[in-house]
């Protein structure tokens, strides 16, 4: 006995699961590299800023932001928003060169 048909034909459509779990690994792996690359910029802004703030212990001051405890405060933030910008543009190269020697840890 043969089953009516509705003149619908059915397709099974099958899915690799291999190439799926690479997609997912390949998406994994640029995650980690943008979050190992963002980590080292942010590495190198600090140290950046930390040279910032040994330059302003050599005795040259700029009188910008006033002597008192807000002109301080205002120079440390500015210094500290240079070395973040400074950092995102290239800094040292010292961003890339860890980059390079830590992504073969991912």
């Not at 006033?66 to 500290?80: A, P």
């Not at 240079?82 to 830590?102: I, S």
């Amino acid at each position: 006995m043969t089953e009516p048909t509705s003149g619908i034909s059915s397709k099974k459509i099958s899915v690799n699961a291999g190439s799926a779990e690479s997609l997912k690994h390949k998406d994994d792996l640029k995650h980690k590299d943008e979050e190992l690359m963002k980590a080292c910029k942010d590495f190198e802004g600090i140290f950046l800023e930390q040279i910032l703030k040994a330059m302003d212990h050599t005795g040259i001051k700029s009188h910008l932001f006033g002597q008192g405890n807000s002109g301080k405060m205002w120079s440390s933030m500015m210094d500290q928003e240079k070395a973040k910008v400074w950092a995102q543009q290239g800094g040292l190269g010292m961003a890339h060169m860890l980059y390079e020697q830590m992504k073969g840890e991912l």
